[in-house]
């Protein structure tokens, strides 16, 4: 058990950090959400429950990241994470979405 939490803390990669942004930036809504509730008829909560399903992807991919770390040494998978994200974001908008 004192292993997990040792690849959980102490080995951050590219996708670890870019989950705990978005699963902060969703907690922060939540916490947001209970202090100034949203006036009736308002699409807020709807944003909140979307992300909140929508968050299956980056929790998955969190996963498959832990389960990696244990395997590949922690720099090298963050390098091959910066390189598949860039190339899929470049993809993106070079092709599918031009300026």
Same mark, same amino acid.
């Not at 004192?2 to 907690?27: A, E, H, Q």
């Not at 202090?35 to 299956?56: D, Q, R, T, V, W």
């Given at each position: 058990?004192?292993?997990?939490? @040792?690849?959980? *803390?102490?080995?951050?990669?590219? !996708?670890?950090? /870019?989950?705990? =942004?978005?699963?902060?930036? $969703?907690?922060? &809504? ?13 699409? @807020?909560?709807? *944003?909140?429950?979307?992300?909140? !399903?929508?968050? /299956?992807?980056? =929790?998955?991919?969190?996963? $498959?990241?832990? &389960? ?12 091959i994470e910066v390189i598949v994200s ?14």
């Amino acid at each position: 058990m004192k292993t997990v939490f @040792y690849y959980l *803390i102490r080995k951050p990669t590219f !996708i670890s950090v /870019i989950n705990l =942004l978005y699963f902060s930036y $969703i907690l922060f &809504l939540i916490v947001y959400k209970l202090f100034y509730p949203p006036k009736i008829g308002s699409a @807020y909560n709807m *944003i909140i429950e979307m992300l909140l !399903i929508c968050s /299956i992807v980056p =929790l998955g991919l969190y996963i $498959i990241d832990r &389960l990696l770390v244990i395997k590949i040494n922690n720099i090298k998978l963050t390098i091959i994470e910066v390189i598949v994200s860039a190339t899929i974001l470049l993809y993106y908008f070079m092709f599918v979405n031009p300026f």
